[in-house]
């Protein structure tokens, strides 16, 4: 088996594969970073093109559901002993998805921080639906790629979140897709919060009113931050770390400085992570959760 795990991310344009290795004491190692698009050629050919060039069949491999094929529920912790956990959570969340609680595959992880007085431990539960994930698993198989773990897209920007040195103290991270967006937060690779947003690239590069979208994107930040300073008993957090983007939104970075009580960053993986390959701002975009996913350390999996 070869080393590292290799993240396979599907985008509706193609497919991006990142490898990281780890060594103890070192940061994470980017051996492998390459996009296929998927042209005229379909994507049963060229998954399995890119599996036969990586010998994917010989590496660890994880890919990252998409957001309309499992539904992430903040729910009460059940009062019940660890190993009737899941089924506790899957009579308490099944009237809060949008398909029948027998077709989900389901994962649970705790909320980290102090529990508040006169709360109770609060947890997160994930649906995937189950026939999405056969799906995935299927077409992963057959091109010839060695599926090892499925992830979803808020476990794997809480792993880019924490290449940050910010993430000690707690760090929100904000990325971007062409069609929409997502808001992190989390602290010493725990994740407390995380919200979606109607807002992508393709709509900040071709909007003719970027300052009403960036006024929304500014309030769904401070909205995160204060449901954070009210649930959680940590010290508040003041760094807003912007995911690595294909190209500059002009305007954006100032306008949350100046609307926001946080510095503001933008993330250069380069700068987090040693680096085999080339790794420009535009591959970092594309790649984002592919290289989430693939930095992955928990073994516990959907």
């Not at 993240?7 to 509706?12: E, N, Q, S």
């Not at 379909?42 to 599996?51: D, I, P, S």
């Given at each position: 088996?070869?080393?590292?795990?290799?993240?396979?991310?599907?985008?509706?344009?193609?497919?991006?594969?990142?490898?990281?290795?780890?060594?103890?004491?070192?940061?994470?190692?980017?051996?492998?970073?390459?996009?296929?698009?998927?042209?005229?050629?379909?994507?049963?050919?060229?998954?399995?093109?890119?599996?036969?060039?990586?010998?994917?069949?010989?590496?660890?491999?994880?890919?990252?559901?998409?957001?309309?094929?499992?539904?992430?529920?903040?729910?009460?912790?059940?009062?019940?002993?660890?190993?009737?956990?899941?089924?506790?959570?899957?009579?308490?969340?099944?009237?809060?998805?949008?398909?029948?609680?027998?077709?989900?595959?389901?994962?649970?992880?705790?909320?980290?921080?102090?529990k508040a007085a006169g709360r109770a431990r609060s947890m997160y539960a994930v649906a995937a639906r189950s026939a999405a994930i056969q799906r995935r698993v299927d077409m992963m198989t057959a091109a010839g790629i060695n599926l090892d773990v499925i992830d979803i897209?808020?476990?794997?920007?809480?792993?880019?979140?924490?290449?940050?040195?910010?993430?000690?103290?707690?760090?929100?991270?904000?990325?971007?897709?062409?069609?929409?967006?997502?808001?992190?937060?989390?602290?010493?690779?725990?994740?407390?919060?995380?919200?979606?947003?109607?807002?992508?690239?393709?709509?900040?590069?071709?909007?003719?009113?970027?300052?009403?979208?960036?006024?929304?994107?500014?309030?769904?930040?401070?909205?995160?931050?204060?449901?954070?300073?009210?649930?959680?008993?940590?010290?508040?957090?003041?760094?807003?770390?912007?995911?690595?983007?294909?190209?500059?939104?002009?305007?954006?970075?100032?306008?949350?400085?100046?609307?926001?009580?946080?510095?503001?960053?933008?993330?250069?993986?380069?700068?987090?992570?040693?680096?085999d390959a080339q790794l420009p701002p535009a591959l970092q975009s594309v790649c984002l959760s592919a290289l989430g996913a693939a930095l992955r350390q928990e073994e516990r999996a959907l």
């Open positions: 088996m070869l080393p590292g795990l290799t993240g396979v991310g599907l985008r509706p344009d193609g497919v991006c594969v990142v490898r990281v290795e780890r060594t103890t004491g070192r940061p994470p190692s980017v051996t492998l970073v390459d996009f296929r698009p998927w042209g005229d050629q379909g994507q049963e050919k060229v998954l399995a093109r890119v599996a036969a060039d990586h010998d994917l069949t010989r590496s660890r491999c994880t890919t990252i559901l998409e957001p309309n094929e499992y539904t992430l529920l903040l729910t009460e912790a059940p009062d019940v002993p660890p190993d009737e956990l899941r089924a506790a959570i899957r009579w308490r969340i099944k009237e809060l998805i949008d398909f029948h609680i027998n077709d989900a595959t389901l994962d649970v992880f705790d909320l980290p921080g102090e897209p808020e476990m794997a920007q809480r792993n880019v979140a924490s290449l940050l040195p910010e993430d000690a103290k707690g760090v929100v991270l904000l990325s971007f897709t062409p069609n929409g967006g997502l808001i992190t937060i989390t602290k010493q690779s725990e994740i407390y919060l995380s919200r979606s947003i109607d807002i992508g690239l393709d709509m900040l590069t071709q909007s003719q009113d970027n300052a009403g979208l960036f006024d929304r994107i500014a309030l769904e930040v401070q909205r995160s931050l204060d449901y954070y300073d009210s649930h959680f008993r940590q010290a508040p957090i003041n760094t807003l770390a912007l995911a690595p983007m294909p190209r500059e939104i002009p305007g954006l970075v100032d306008y949350l400085k100046a609307n926001l009580n946080a510095t503001v960053l933008i993330m250069d993986l380069t700068q987090l992570m040693e680096c």
